[in-house]
C-alpha cells in the first residue's frame, strides 16, 4: 500500500471509532461549553467583553478541549496492543502519524462548526464581524494545534502521566500560534486592525511545524 | 578511566580558577563599580541579572546543539551534554527572572511587564522546565534520549518565532517606558565589572555543564555495568 493510502487508513480509522462512539466529540464538547459558561460569570460578561476580549474567549474554549481530543488520540491505541499493531504496519511513520493528525484535525473542526454559533449566540458578536475571516483562522489555528498536538500526544504516549504532560510540551510551543489566532479572531470580531500579518505569522507556523513532525516522526513513533 | 577528585587532575585548577574569578567579579560588582546616577545601588544587580541570562542562553545553546547532534549520530555523549545543558540553562535562567523583578519593581515601579523579552523568557522557563518533566515521566532506556531530543529541536525552532511573535504583539501597544539599557554609554568601569562578571559566570556554566556532563555519563556506565552483572549471574 502506498503511504497516502495508509495514513487514509488510520485517519478513517480514527474517525470511525470517534463517530461510533463519539467519546472525544461529546466530552470536548462539553468541556467547551462549560469554559465558555465559566468565562461569563468570571470575566461579568456583557457586549464590550466580546469587543474587548472575544477572540480570547473563543481560542482558549477550543485550545482546552483539543487537548482532550489530542490526549484521546493516542490512547485509544493504549489497549489491546493497538500501539504495536500500528508500529508493525507496512509503513512510514510519517505516515501514521499524518493519518492521525488527519483525524484529529477533522474531529476538532468538527467540534468547532458546532461551537462557533453558540459563541455567537452567547457572548453577542457584533453583526458586522466577518466569519469568513474567523473561519479561515480556524482552519489554519486548528491545524498549527492538531499537527502540533498529534506530535506531542505521540510523544507523551509512551510515558507516565501522560494526560499531565501533554499541555506543558503544547502550550509553550504554541505560543506564536496562539497569539495569531487569537489576535486575527479579534480583527474580524471587532473589524479594526489588520489581520494579514497574524494570518501570513500562523501559514509560516504551519508549514514550519507541519514539515518538522513529519521530518521526525520516527522518532516520537517507535517502540523499543 | 579519569581520576576523581584527585588535585592533579586539571578540572581541579579550573574550578580554582573559576572561585578566584566569582570572588574577583564580587569585589568589582559591590565595591570597583561605580554606583549608577539614578538607580543608585539597586543598579550592581545588573551584573548578576545579564551575566545570568548570557549563561542561560549559552548552555540552552548547548542543549539545541547537542539535540541535533544526538537525532543525526545518536551518540549518549551528545545526550548527555544535552541533559546537561538543559538542567544548567534552566538553574541560570531561574536566575534571571528572579533578578529582574527585584530590580524592576524600584526602577520601572512594576515586578513585571508582558514585554517581548521578559514574556519570551518565562516561555524559554516553561519549556526547559516541562522538557526535563519529560525526561523524568519517560522510561530509562534508548526511548528517553530519543523523545528528549525531538523536544529540542521543537524548542530551538520554536523561540526566534516566539520573540518575533510577541515583539509584533507588542509594537502593536505602545510598549512601556523601559530604561535605555546599558547600551547607551556605560561607564568604563561599570564595563569592567560587568566583562568580569560575565566571564565569571559563563565559567560558572562550564563547570556545572562539566560536572553534570561527568556525572550522567558516569551513571550511564554503571547502569550497563549493573545489566552486565545481572545477565552474568543468571547464566
Redesign the interface.
Known sequence: MGEWRIAAAVCARDLRIELRTREALLAMGFYALLVMVIFSFAFSSDASLTLRAGGGLLWVAFLFASLVALDRAFLREAGESSLVGLQIAPASRAAILAGKFAASYAIILGLEAILMPLFAVLFNTPRHADWGGIIFTALLGTWALAA?GT?FSA?CA????RAL?LP??L???S??AI??MV?ATQVYLTGE?MAN?WLQ?LI??DV??TV?AWA?AD??L?I? | MASTSSLRSPSTWVFAATLGLLIVSLWWNLVGAPTEATMGTIQRIFYYHVPSAAAAWTALLLNAGASLWYLVRRSPVADALALAGAEVGLAFLTIVLITGPIWARPVWGVWWVWDARLTLTLAMWVMYASYLILRQLTPPGSLQPRLAAALAVFFAADIPIDYMSIRWWRTQHPSPVLFGGPDSGLAPRMLTALLISMAAFLAVMGCLVWLRYRQEMARGRLAALRQRQLLLEES
Do not use: K, S, W
Open positions: 502540533n506530535y510523544m509512551h510515558t507516565r502521566q504532560l506543558l510540551l502550550l509553550p510551543v505560543i506564536p497569539l495569531a489576535q486592525g500579518y505569522l509560516g507556523y514550519i511545524f518538522l521526525l522518532m516520537v517507535d523499543e
